[in-house]
């Protein structure tokens, strides 16, 4: 927030001639917010929630949600688009340390021929988005980013960890929410994946 709330930043942004700013991982981290180490944001958590280690003087969790509208919203008044840097390609753990593991013991993540996490990531595991919901939720958290927050594009972290015909099918339903939308990424893998057909 102290990025759009600085005239002097912007202003220095604005003055490159700058049409965007690609933002690190801001969604939900798995350190808690009082770890005092630097987090560049590759361990997600909850896709969904911004993460709070951001917010000026939190009260409860809707300070998160707030802040980061506002700062986008400082953005977009100055004429700068916002991408958002995702990393759908894995999780900060596994089991009991993933939600969606919790939820839906072993969906969510591509397995090996011996029933191990694939580690296409080199972070321990690597998301299924071959399968159907695993990818629906992708879409939808995607979708959420652009509607709820005005989000108006997205860098994929290890993009080749997802299937062509999955970033084909999140730029086309990303696309009807705005044709201007910018969808990009790292064409590899962190390591030897079970994804067939990837962006590699």
């Known amino acids: 927030l ?4 600085s005239d002097k930043i912007i202003d220095h942004l604005k003055d490159l001639g700058i049409t965007h700013v690609q933002i690190l991982p801001m969604f939900d981290y798995a350190q808690k917010n009082d770890d005092p180490n630097y987090n560049w944001g590759y361990n997600p958590y909850n896709y969904n929630t911004p993460e709070s280690r951001y917010v000026q003087d939190m009260k409860d969790g ?3 949600v707030s802040q980061m ?16 840097d995702v990393v759908y390609n894995h999780t900060s753990g596994t089991g009991g340390g993933s939600i969606y593991d919790m939820t839906v013991p072993k969906y969510f993540y591509r397995m090996d021929s011996q029933g191990n996490y694939s580690n296409g990531s080199g972070c321990g595991n690597e998301t299924a988005t071959n399968n159907e919901m695993v990818k629906k939720f992708v879409i939808d958290s995607l979708k959420h980013w652009m509607n709820d927050y005005h989000i108006n594009g997205f860098r994929f972290d290890l993009m080749g960890i997802h299937e062509k015909t999955t970033m084909a099918e999140i730029y086309e ?7 201007n939308v910018m969808v ?3 064409p590899w893998t962190g390591g030897t994946s079970a994804v067939k057909a990837g962006c590699t």
């Open 62 to 64: 809707t300070d998160a």
């Open 173 to 179: 339903e990303l696309s009807a929410i705005d044709k």
């Open 2 to 5: 102290d990025i759009a709330n």
């Open 69 to 84: 509208r506002e700062m986008i919203a400082e953005f977009h008044k100055n004429g700068i688009g916002v991408i958002m």
């Open 184 to 186: 990009y990424g790292e």
